[in-house]
């Protein structure tokens, strides 16, 4: 089973952007469906964006579809979520998963990392 260790979250104005990184153990990175979900303050987790193993594949909630941006470095055992226009709505706990081999929707995932933490100041 992967591990996964989120990186990247932190304090942002509105209209800011920040990249989250999350990083994969193990030798079977490019196996894997990679996604990001995230959980807003008294809310449940929800899904945010997913990528096929090679990349070739990328699927995004509404809400942040044309702001969020998920990308993958299988050399580096890496996926990567870049959000720009970050609005408040945004904060939110925001958690690294996997899931081995093609994607199957957002409820197919079943590693998970630690989270980070985004806040987006008004």
């Known amino acids: 089973q992967v591990q996964l260790v989120e990186f990247g979250g932190g304090l942002v104005q509105l209209g800011g952007s920040l990249r989250l990184s999350c990083a994969a153990s193990?030798?079977?990175?490019?196996?894997?469906?990679m996604g990001w979900f995230r959980q807003p303050p008294g809310k449940e987790r929800e899904f945010v964006a997913a990528?096929?193993?090679?990349?070739?594949?990328?699927y995004y909630a509404d809400s942040v579809k044309g702001r969020f941006t998920i990308s993958r470095d299988n050399a580096k055992n890496t996926v990567y979520l870049q959000m720009n226009s970050l609005e408040p709505d945004d904060t939110a706990v925001y958690y690294c998963?996997?899931?081995?081999?093609?994607?199957?929707?957002?409820?197919?995932?079943?590693?998970w990392g630690q989270g980070t933490q985004v806040t987006v100041n008004s």
């Open positions: 990528i096929s193993e090679t990349g070739g594949g990328t």
């Open positions: 193990g030798r079977a990175f490019s196996y894997y469906t």
């Open positions: 998963a996997a899931k081995f081999g093609t994607y199957r929707g957002p409820t197919s995932f079943s590693s």
